[in-house]
């Protein structure tokens, strides 16, 4: 059974907006860090925003001011709304729900977001 379900990629101009959507389970989600992170064609995986079970909430410099996560515990589902969408944003996202590393967490299967004319 997959922790983590992702949806909310596609294809979009830039300037536009996407939301990304990761559904898991209630345990994970009052007890985890959640996290999206993203890897483009030929880079490293980076990590782009994260919430706290507390909801605190950090964010890559390259994303600040564009992007916002949030939790909504009736589901329980993490977003991530992503607005004034660049091309460099193109990449595959992935949610992950770790303890400590994030490599030892749960990932996410992805989901593509392009933002091109």
């Known amino acids: 059974q997959r922790q983590l379900v992702e949806s909310g990629g596609g294809l979009v101009q830039p300037g536009g907006s996407l939301r990304l959507s990761c559904a898991t389970s209630?345990?994970?989600?009052?007890?985890?860090?959640m996290a999206w992170y993203r890897q483009a064609p030929g880079k490293q995986r980076e990590l782009v925003a994260s919430?706290?079970?507390?909801?605190?909430?950090d964010y890559a410099d390259s994303v600040k001011g564009r992007f916002t996560i949030s939790r909504d515990s009736t589901k329980p589902t993490v977003h991530l709304q992503m607005n004034n969408l660049k091309p460099e944003d193109t990449a595959v996202y992935y949610c992950?729900?770790?303890?400590?590393?994030?490599?030892?967490?749960?990932w996410g299967r992805g989901t593509q977001v392009t933002a091109s004319s």
């Open positions: 919430i706290t079970s507390a909801g605190n909430t």
């Open positions: 209630g345990y994970i989600f009052s007890t985890y860090l």
């Open positions: 992950n729900a770790a303890l400590g590393s994030a490599d030892d967490g749960y």
